[in-house]
């Protein structure tokens, strides 16, 4: 296991560990998959050549999304005032073609297509919150919420930029459309309404620093967690907002942190609460190759961290239909695989989760199920399409499409 994480490789393999392996190729699509991906029970001598299939950009990407009808959004990471959100198509996922540009000011820091199935409008943020149409191939800004706010009119304008705190980060609720809750590095969450007439619902300082991810909890309307450089995760209730429950926070997990830290090191990047248990949350700390799982049933330190990474972790997202499954990459140049299904079924976590906490001592694990790589090149996002086991990742001026 030492060798493993002691530098980056261009091909990983698990040897003896015994886990549980999908059937990779085992279909006639199977040449399709891109090459160095392996299962847990291959060996070295073993493993074969496969076909990535990218589509690359003319600049570094950055932000990603993937829509049930096989549209991705790629939005440019560029230090100057030239950026781009572009969105590709593919029929077989294996050839992707651009079908549709926009210019934007500031680089985007996420995007999201809208969660209703139907690839007609997605929603982005960087210096604000704006809301995109997407018809007969033409991308067009249709709103942009930001302004609204402040009552500065509907679409940015040049006299506009910059006047406004930037939206870190946002997430659009699955269950009703109409709700949309950003996060801005002024501390606020705001939750909207697009149904309201200045669009806001309610807003609310939510950490005591800037607030870098929030998202709406799983099946919920009125619950939602965030994270930010206060190094703390805070779950609020939209129906009652004089208080929230903070289920971590640095204090209380100082055996996860660095010894000898400052409080910039604590702050919490990114959060994925499970699609499928409401009490499960996943998060990292900035410049950290941990990812923490926490438990809202056993608040104060994680129940697992999984340490499979040898550099920073920049993305992690929960496997659309399987439970328990989830996604991470880093600038180690790799993709991970976790099958957390053994670690985190109710009679494990109950049976292990108060022992934990009260020695303060954290499980770790650091063998995934799997691992893919295309070194040299830095995996800054990842995104599973919505309808099986293909992942999308973005690497420097090039998304790759994947099958897990």
């Not at 040449?31 to 990535?52: D, F, G, V």
């Not at 139907?118 to 930001?146: G, I, P």
Request: with cysteine; aromatic share 10%.
């Amino acid at each position: 296991m030492d060798h493993y994480r002691s530098s980056k490789r261009s091909s990983i393999s698990f040897g003896s560990y015994q886990r549980p392996s999908m059937n990779f190729g085992q279909n006639s699509s199977s040449y399709y998959t891109p090459r160095q991906l392996y299962s847990a029970q291959q060996s070295p001598q073993k493993t074969q050549a496969m076909i990535p299939c990218h589509y690359e950009a003319h600049f570094p990407l950055f932000a990603l999304d993937w829509s049930e009808d096989d549209y991705v959004a790629l939005g440019s990471y560029k230090e100057d005032a030239f950026n781009k959100i572009q969105i590709v198509h593919s029929n077989d996922l294996i050839t992707w073609d651009k079908v549709s540009e926009g210019n934007v000011v500031f680089p985007i820091s996420r995007v999201q297509w809208c969660p209703n199935g139907m690839s007609q409008r997605l929603a982005t943020c960087s210096d604000s919150l704006r809301l995109w149409s997407f018809s007969d191939c033409t991308l067009q800004e249709q709103l942009n919420l930001s302004l609204c706010r402040y009552n500065k009119g509907t679409t940015t304008s040049m006299a506009t930029l910059g006047q406004l705190p930037p939206v870190s980060s946002f997430h659009w609720n699955s269950i009703d459309n109409n709700l949309i809750i950003s996060c801005s590095i002024d501390t606020t969450c705001t939750v909207w309404d697009l149904q309201s007439t200045n669009y806001v619902k309610t807003q609310l300082i939510a950490h005591d620093s800037e607030v870098f991810d929030v998202k709406f909890l799983t099946q919920s309307t009125q619950l939602f967690a965030s994270c930010g450089g206060d190094g703390s995760v805070r779950v609020f209730d939209l129906r009652c907002l004089a208080h929230s429950t903070i289920i971590y926070e640095p204090s209380a997990a100082s055996g996860v942190l660095r010894e000898n830290s400052n409080s910039s090191s604590h702050a919490l990047l990114r959060l994925e609460p499970s699609l499928y248990d409401p009490n499960v949350v996943a998060t990292f700390t900035q410049d950290s190759n941990s990812i923490i799982i926490l438990d809202m049933r056993y608040p104060g330190s994680p129940v697992l961290t999984l340490e499979g990474h040898i550099s920073a972790v920049n993305q992690i997202q929960w496997h659309p239909s399987r439970r328990n499954v989830l996604l991470s990459c880093s600038d180690d140049c790799q993709v991970l695989y976790w099958d957390l299904n053994t670690w985190l079924s109710s009679s494990a976590v109950a049976s292990t989760a108060s022992k934990w906490n009260a020695n303060n001592i954290v499980h770790s694990l650091d063998v995934p199920q799997q691992a893919y790589t295309d070194a040299p090149y830095e995996v800054n996002n990842i995104v599973w399409r919505p309808q099986d086991d293909w992942f999308g990742c973005n690497m420097g001026r090039q998304f790759q499409s994947v099958r897990a």
